[in-house]
């Protein structure tokens, strides 16, 4: 059966290839500081349910300082030269965008097809994990059929990967380290003080206000977490549960789509959420790291305000 660890491993695989491409890079000033932080990386992924607590606590330590004393570099990989890109996109157009449409096509044939799927009697994939499979497959059967139609260098894809990897830097981690942020918080027990501090200072004696406070709260919390998934928890066990649903008899379903929704309004306004914000201003190589975020302000203030007259009118309705 095709669990999660084999997503793992294949992750961890690739990242192990980043490393030793990286380490034979001369032309990178700091490349033992990027073979470094990607080894550990790739070690974390594929021997991190082995090794123990204590080893992956010192594993991530050893990124953090890694990243935070800036040592990492940019090599320049050895792959195809601008010129050929532009020939290339020339002559198969907007063709190439197949092979990066396969992975949602995959991912959702997958999601919908594969979850009770047998072969000789044995289950195919772990239903509990099938769309995560299922995105790896995806990206696995888009690369395989890149490389036949386009037969690039046999290392293009490592190179481009590393290539892209050493421009995003160490935030290609931060989205595993606040999701990890937030299962700590929940497992401290934050949602509850956050609930009694709401309560004990902010009027929440009507339905209106609970709604509110929770999508205001779920967008600065993942403002400030970086992550919608990690607030979620916090604000729904401070308010979402206790106020919307069982005080006030609202819909468990509704509270946390549209609560969800409220904290990606967060996350349009923070570096905290540096895949979404700063990685696309330094792979465009925009002159303001923020200018992202000062574009997006507006617009996330408009949905958020949408989104909590859209939970007001639908939560205690349905």
């Known amino acids: 059966m095709i669990t999660l660890e084999w997503v793992y491993a294949t992750s961890g695989l690739a990242f192990l290839g980043f490393s030793v491409l990286s380490l034979r890079d001369a032309s990178n000033g700091k490349r033992f500081g990027n073979a470094a932080f990607w080894g550990l990386l790739a070690l974390s992924f594929l021997l991190g349910s082995r090794i123990g607590d204590l080893a992956n606590g010192v594993l991530v330590l050893a990124l953090v300082l890694l990243g935070g004393f800036g040592a990492l570099g940019h090599g320049k990989p050895e792959t195809t030269s601008a010129d050929e890109r532009r020939e290339n996109a020339r002559s198969r157009g907007n063709w190439l965008f197949a092979p990066a449409l396969i992975i949602p096509a995959v991912a959702l044939s997958g999601t919908l097809f594969l979850k009770n799927a047998h072969v000789f009697g044995v289950t195919l994939v772990d239903a509990k994990q099938v769309t995560l499979i299922s995105l790896a497959l995806g990206a696995i059967i888009a690369l395989a059929t890149a490389i036949a139609w386009l037969r690039p260098l046999l290392l293009a894809p490592l190179q481009e990967g590393r290539r892209l990897v050493d421009t995003i830097g160490w935030a290609a981690i931060l989205p595993q380290l606040l999701a990890s942020l937030g299962a700590l918080f929940t497992l401290a027990g934050v949602g509850k003080a956050v609930g009694a501090v ?100 507006p617009t996330a203030l408009m949905m958020l305000a949408i989104n909590t007259a859209l939970m007001e009118a639908l939560v205690y309705r349905f």
């Open 198 to 297: 709401a309560t004990q200072y902010i009027p929440l004696d009507r339905p209106f206000e609970a709604v509110f406070v929770y999508c205001v709260g779920m967008a600065l919390f993942t403002a400030v977490m970086g992550n919608a998934f990690a607030a979620f928890p916090v604000m729904t066990a401070a308010i979402g549960l206790p106020l919307i649903v069982h005080k006030f008899g609202g819909s468990p379903a509704i509270m946390a789509a549209i609560g969800m929704l409220s904290g990606f309004c967060g996350t349009l306004t923070t570096p905290m959420a540096a895949n979404f914000n700063i990685v696309p201003a330094a792979l465009l190589e925009l002159p303001d790291r923020n200018g992202v975020i000062k574009v997006q302000i």
